[in-house]
Nanobody, 122 residues
């Protein structure tokens, strides 16, 4: 059974930073692309960033590029999203997702976490 557990969300003031974590189990983590997505109230879920199985390749949405860094630890089966210079428009539920084996960037994702809330106050 695949489990993805996100953590690290919370309330932060604009300009602050957060580091989200997603611990995966029940999946061959080290050979899977991993992604972060977010969904704000009343909006569709959107892509934030992804990272190839080796960590050598990364992609970012334009809205977070330059402010965020995705990384992974294939020993700990964990993917991270470091977010800096946070803005109120970054407020959303953030989800991690498991992508395909040995394929990056991912066209689709197979498993999703429950999400962690990020709220940025102005």
């Amino acid at each position: 059974q695949v489990q993805l557990v996100e953590s690290g969300g919370g309330l932060v003031q604009a300009g602050g930073s957060l580091r989200l974590s997603c611990a995966a189990s029940g999946v061959a983590f080290s050979i899977r692309t991993m992604g972060w997505f977010r969904q704000a109230p009343g909006k569709v879920r959107e892509f934030v960033a992804d990272i190839s199985w080796s960590g050598a390749g990364t992609n970012y949405a334009a809205s977070v590029k330059g402010r965020s860094t995705i990384s992974r630890d294939n020993v700990k089966n964990t993917v991270y999203l470091q977010m800096n210079s946070l803005k109120p428009e970054d407020t959303a539920v953030y989800y991690c997702a498991v992508g395909p084996r040995y394929a990056w960037p991912a066209r689709e994702y197979d498993y999703w976490g429950q999400g962690t809330q990020v709220t940025v106050s102005s």
